[in-house]
């Protein structure tokens, strides 16, 4: 099946320092990649949708020069919070989804998701 | 508008009971997708099931058995026989027919007690 890691599973940083989250899908080639932010106790919100080789598309109320949206390749996007703050600890989760038409192990047009990136900002 | 509404903040049971997550969806999509995730403590979603508008068939696989009824845009999810392992939060989702945007419920947090 297809499979969708992430990178790193868990990071702290300072307030102010930015930290990278990598999405990547193992399997498949995934044009387009989405993000998650998942509060404690809350459930999933999309934050941005991300297409290989051009800009990410960002949800109503997410900043877009602080979480930086780079999906660089058809297998990579990364996620990065710039001057993060203790307002934005949570789980980040990505997907990635197939390309119609695709084979291998992933469903076409489907979303697979990550196992998740939990920052903790002090 | 899309919307999915889980109502059932938190559940406790005793092992071996069966458990029934609600799930009710707003779409004015004709063909869409429905789907249920576990979530463990561990965080990663976990898929259980996937089901197409055109699909109102129940399905049952092992405990797990799931309720399509579109004449009341619900989604229900039975656990049959819980089991201390099935203790998580299980999510429902709606998606558009092309996978564009998944629109999650709130989540129901199943506590099965021994």
């Known amino acids: 099946g297809a499979v969708v890691s992430q990178h790193p599973s868990r990071v702290i940083c300072k307030s102010g320092t930015s930290v990278k989250i990598e999405c990547r899908s193992l399997d498949f080639q995934a044009t387009t990649m989405f993000w998650y932010r998942q509060f404690p106790k809350q459930s999933l919100m999309l934050m941005a949708t991300s297409n290989e080789g051009s800009k990410a598309t960002y949800e109503q109320g997410v900043e877009k020069d602080k979480f930086l949206i780079n999906h660089a390749s058809l297998t990579l996007s990364t996620l990065t919070v710039t001057s993060a703050h203790p307002e934005d600890s949570s789980f980040y989760i990505c997907s990635a989804r197939a390309p119609l038409g695709t084979s291998g192990g992933a469903a076409s047009h489907e979303q697979y998701f990550g196992p998740g990136t939990r920052l903790t900002v002090t | 508008a899309q919307k999915v509404t889980q109502a059932q903040t938190e559940i406790s049971v005793v092992e071996k009971e069966d458990v029934t997550l609600d799930c009710v969806y707003e779409?004015?999509?004709?063909?869409?997708?429905l789907f249920w995730y576990k979530q463990p403590p561990s965080g990663e979603l976990v898929f259980l099931i996937r089901?197409?508008?055109?699909?109102?068939q129940n399905e049952i696989s092992g405990r797990y058995s799931w309720n399509f009824q579109k004449s009341t845009s619900s989604f229900n999810f039975t656990i049959t026989a819980s089991q201390v392992v099935d203790s998580a939060v299980y999510f429902c989702a709606l998606s558009s027919a092309n996978f564009n945007k998944f629109y999650f419920g709130s989540g129901t947090k199943l506590n099965v007690k021994p």
């Open positions: 089901r197409n508008s055109f699909d109102e």
């Open positions: 779409t004015r999509d004709t063909t869409y997708y």
